[in-house]
Structure formats: C-alpha cells, structure tokens
C-alpha cells in the first residue's frame, strides 16, 4: 500500500511531452420540441455552448490533474479556433502553450457536437488532416528536440489523431533523440502511422487499431491467438511493451510476460477519451517508478472511471488513487 501511495506521490511536478494533434471540442446543448418544415431534421433550440481542449490537449489534462506539468508539442492554425485554444489551455487551465506553433496555411481542429438530452445529434468537424509541409515539419522536429533539452522531461507520449502534426520524419527523428537519452517514450497511434513506428517504450493501440494495423482480423476473445500476434508485432518493432486496450475485455499487455487484465465492472456512460486517460496514466506511473503490469492495472482502472463520466473529462487522481488501493 506504502509504494502504491509513494508512487503517486512521485507523479508530482513530473514533466511528460505531448506530441500531437491538439484540437477543440464544442458542445452545442439544446432541446428539440418539433421537426423542421424544411426538411425531416430536428429543430434544436440552444440552450448553451462550451469550448473544451480535445485531442491530444485532453492528455495534457489528464496528465496536470494526476500532478504532473503537461509540455505540449504541435502545430495549429492562425485562426479564431487557434485563439480559443490557447485561451482554453493558458487562461482556463494553466499549461503552457510556449511550444504550440502556429501556421499559415494550417487549420485549428474544431469538433462541435450538437445534443439534446444528453444524446448526440450532430457532429461537425473543421480540420485538415494532410501532414506538415517539409519545411514546418523541420521547424516543429527543432521545436521538439528544443524542448527536450530545456525542461526535465520525464517522458514523451506521441498522441496521434492522424490530423498531420505527426509524420514518419517527426517519429523517426524524435524516437532517434529519446532513445539516445534512454528517456520513456510512449504512443497511441492511428492506422496512417502505424507501421513507422519502431524501437519505443510502450506502443498502445486500442484492438481496431491493432488489427488494422497487422492486416489481419482476429475474434477479441481469441486471447491465445491475440497474445501470439502481440508478441510476434513487438518482437518486430522492437518494443519494450506493447499494450491492446479491449475495451469490455480489458487489456492484452506484452513485455517480459504476456497477460491479460480483465476490465473493472462499471456502469457505462461514454467511452471518449479513455484512451487518452489511459496513455497519461500510463506514463505518470512509469515515471513514478512502477512496473508495466502494475501501471497498466493502474490505466485500466483508469480508463473505466472516466467511462463513468458524461463527456470528455480528465482522470480524477484521489479517485484513481482510492480505486487502485483495493485491487493493487
């Protein structure tokens, strides 16, 4: 019990990177009462807005509200999206935004959803999903590396939303970089991306990605099969451990042993941003000292609480906390 409370206290001031596709999520309230003349849709009557970090911003969240210092990597547009969110990261939720560049010619990813008692009905995406231009994606690699070398960075999580922030150059080059300095790195990948990936910490997709990316299609309670294809991928790769969420099967973790940990029983509201909540923890119990099986019971756990919530929300440390203590 004494090592599981001293390893989230070392969470504290931790510095972890965040390279990725950060974005804005919008959410349009409203009540529908009729149908509109126009056309078979519903009238939705707004009742209220709210502008939230999304994207790999919600790692960020998730890494500040389990103590640690978010330093966040990407690149957005020169928008009026852009302005709301650096006032959303700065004003709103005190990180940095000192290496965030902004680019002409980019777009500033905005995710507005429209619902009505409490279902969605809508969603509206502005976004551009082509990669950096050449010499931006240089610019952004230098950004990176700079950051590395003036703060303490404890660990560095590539969160992908395959919107272009993250390209073959920028995983090569900055994979190169922290493992020359035996740092952590960490990834959520997306399927455009995942094969350039190689020679990292903790690779963790969810089980779609991980079938998309082998090429093959495998029943998610097939754990034998699973386990085999797991091992046989981070052999390839060269992965210190590679990790399957299963979403109500649990999780598959691969390192020195293979196993699988069953999902905690939870009543489900709303799977966005579990795997966000997952890579954070991950990575703050890394940094804190503690073994892959350990943090990884420790994300799953995780991962369910945030289910719980209506929304995209960030992990809740005491409640994390109080939750590993009865099954850690």
Same mark, same amino acid.
């Given at each position: 019990?004494?090592?599981?409370?001293?390893?989230?206290?070392?969470?504290?001031?931790?510095?972890?990177?965040?390279?990725?596709?950060?974005?804005?999520?919008?959410?349009?309230?409203?009540?529908?009462?009729?149908?509109? @003349?126009?056309? &078979?849709? @519903?009238?939705?009557?707004?009742?209220?807005?709210?502008?939230?970090?999304?994207?790999?911003?919600?790692?960020?969240?998730?890494?500040?509200?389990?103590?640690?210092? @978010?330093?966040?990597?990407?690149?957005?547009?020169?928008?009026?999206?852009? /302005?709301?969110?650096?006032?959303?990261?700065?004003?709103?939720?005190? +990180?940095?935004?000192?290496?965030?560049?902004?680019?002409?010619?980019?777009?500033?990813?905005?995710?507005?959803?429209?619902?009505?008692?409490?279902?969605?009905?809508?969603?509206?995406?502005?976004?551009?999903?082509?990669?950096?231009?050449?010499?931006?994606?240089?610019?952004?690699?230098?950004?990176?590396?700079?950051?590395?070398?003036?703060?303490?960075?404890?660990?560095?999580?590539?969160?992908?939303?395959?919107?272009?922030?993250?390209?073959?150059?920028?995983?090569?080059?900055?994979?190169?970089?922290?493992?020359?300095?035996?740092?952590?790195?960490?990834?959520?990948?997306?399927?455009?991306?995942?094969?350039?990936?190689?020679?990292?910490?903790?690779?963790? @997709?969810?089980?779609?990605?991980?079938?998309?990316?082998? /090429?093959?299609?495998? &029943?998610?309670?097939?754990?034998?099969?699973?386990?085999?294809?797991?091992?046989?991928?981070?052999?390839?790769?060269?992965?210190?451990?590679? +990790?399957?969420?299963?979403?109500?099967?649990?999780?598959?973790?691969?390192?020195?042993?293979?196993?699988?940990? &069953?999902?905690?029983?939870?009543?489900?509201?709303?799977?966005?941003?579990?795997?966000?909540?997952?890579?954070?923890?991950?990575?703050?119990?890394?940094?804190?000292?503690?073994?892959?099986?350990?943090?990884?019971?420790?994300?799953?756990?995780?991962?369910?609480?945030?289910?719980?919530?209506?929304?995209?929300? &960030?992990?809740?440390?005491?409640?994390?906390?109080?939750?590993?203590?009865?099954?850690?």
């Amino acid at each position: 019990m004494k090592r599981l409370e001293a390893a989230f206290k070392a969470f504290d001031h931790k510095k972890v990177m965040i390279i990725g596709d950060v974005m804005v999520d919008a959410y349009q309230w409203g009540n529908v009462n009729r149908i509109s @003349p126009e056309a &078979p849709v @519903p009238i939705v009557s707004s009742t209220n807005r709210e502008s939230r970090l999304g994207g790999a911003a919600n790692v960020a969240l998730n890494i500040k509200a389990l103590g640690g210092i @978010p330093v966040v990597c990407s690149v957005i547009g020169k928008d009026d999206t852009a /302005h709301t969110l650096k006032y959303l990261f700065e004003e709103k939720n005190n +990180i940095s935004t000192r290496y965030i560049l902004e680019a002409e010619g980019r777009i500033t990813t905005l995710k507005t959803r429209v619902l009505s008692q409490y279902q969605q009905l809508l969603r509206i995406d502005e976004e551009q999903d082509s990669y950096l231009a050449a010499d931006l994606e240089d610019q952004f690699i230098s950004t990176v590396k700079a950051a590395i070398e003036n703060e303490e960075i404890c660990a560095v999580i590539f969160e992908d939303y395959d919107k272009g922030v993250i390209t073959p150059k920028v995983i090569g080059e900055v994979v190169e970089f922290c493992n020359q300095r035996q740092m952590i790195t960490l990834c959520d990948p997306k399927h455009r991306n995942f094969s350039f990936y190689k020679d990292i910490t903790v690779f963790k @997709p969810n089980f779609k990605e991980f079938c998309a990316g082998i /090429h093959q299609i495998l &029943p998610k309670n097939d754990f034998d099969n699973l386990k085999l294809k797991a091992r046989e991928f981070r052999l390839e790769r060269n992965f210190k451990n590679l +990790i399957v969420t299963l979403s109500e099967h649990g999780v598959l973790v691969d390192g020195d042993a293979s196993l699988i940990i &069953p999902a905690e029983k939870r009543d489900i509201s709303d799977v966005s941003g579990a795997g966000d909540t997952v890579i954070s923890v991950l990575s703050m119990c890394l940094c804190g000292g503690m073994d892959i099986e350990t943090a990884s019971k420790a994300a799953n756990i995780a991962g369910g609480l945030v289910c719980e919530k209506i929304g995209i929300v &960030p992990i809740n440390k005491a409640q994390l906390l109080d939750e590993c203590r009865k099954v850690l």
